[in-house]
């Protein structure tokens, strides 16, 4: 989750929460398919994950390239 809120401005469901969700409100899943998507700038990731501010800052120039060459 990305909001403290529920339903605040992005929530992450696992697939089988979103499922149970959905027959719950007497859908039928056909189909359900993972997408990972990066829809926030590369720092507020790296600085998740790196927990240092100074680290994320250093580390945020690499990652621009690494995915401007991978794709």
Known sequence: MYSDHPFGHKQI???????????????????????HELSFPYIYYLRKLLKLEIF????LPFVGYFYLFSQ
Do not use: G, S
Not at 13 to 35: G, I, R
Not at 56 to 59: K, N
């Open 56 to 59: 994320a800052r250093f580390v």
């Open 13 to 35: 469901f696992a697939t089988y929460e979103l499922k149970y969700l959905l027959e719950k409100l007497n859908f039928e899943v056909v189909d359900l398919q993972k997408f």
